[in-house]
């Protein structure tokens, strides 16, 4: 259904004002397409020298020429050796230069000269002190020395050999006897050692045996009564002496038989046997 426009305000001509109306609207739409904010949102600028950063890159570029030129140098001189199959280049050509030559060889001659004088003048002058002369005054001193002493020059050498044996001697000794030293203690911690290890070994059978069970206790057995003392027999009597026979004369021829002394050898007679006695446990 086709229906009017209807404006907002009263108009007297209705098209004319939907026209107005229409290009009010297109007015606005304009301005809001192209109206600015109020709060910036955009991005921040970027700068160029913190973007490329052209120093690097200068450095870099004069490190790569550098390269390049090495490498051209190299290339060069391998080609030069595989054309001409490889020379010595190295040769140094180089004169030295010295400002100051001229004078250190004046100042060096200069000083030569002189140690070459006061050498001559050392060489040429006499000697003070007379060697032969001392040589002379020695042999009188010792003639000197020969009348005045006691010993000749003989004995005093064979102190000197006896001194020297006497020190070989004890020398000799002191080691032989530091070498029975060494040995001595040697073989007593050998000894030591072998006994610590036996009783190790004993120790380790000790502890490797079991255990061995206790004993029971056995039954007591009955008491025996006490053994009755038996009467003492009374001492036979004495049989009475019989009379001594008489003597026959000793007759001369025969000596007389000393008496025979008494057997020391006789047992004694036994005591009697006390009775036992019951010992409680």
Known sequence: MHTSYQPLKP?????????????AQDMHRKKVLGAKSVVDTK??????????????????????????????????????????????????DYQPKSLNKSKRTRELIRVTLENQK??????????????KKWEEEWMETKKFMKSVRKYS???????????RSKRASKATSRAKFQGSRKLETRDESRALSARETDEEDESGDEKSK??????????????TPAKVEKPATPAKAEKPATPAKAEKPATPAQAEKPATPA???????????????????
């Open 210 to 223: 079991p255990a061995t069970p206790t004993k029971t206790a056995t039954p007591e057995k009955p008491k």
């Open 43 to 92: 991005s921040p600028a970027t700068y160029t020298h913190l973007q490329y950063k052209m120093k690097k890159m200068q450095l870099e570029e004069e490190r790569h020429a550098v390269i390049d030129r090495d490498n051209r140098h190299l290339l060069e001189k391998m080609s030069a050796i595989m054309r001409t199959r490889g020379r010595v280049d190295n040769w140094n």
């Open 11 to 23: 108009a007297t001509n209705k098209l004319l004002k939907k026209k107005w109306d229409g290009a």
């Open 153 to 163: 020059d003989e004995w005093y050498q064979l102190q000197e050999a006896e001194r």
């Open 118 to 131: 006061i050498l001559a003048r050392i060489q040429a002058k006499q000697p003070q002190y007379s060697a």
């Open 263 to 281: 057997k020391e050898g006789k047992t004694p007679e036994k005591p009697s046997t006390p009775a036992k006695v019951e010992v409680k446990e």
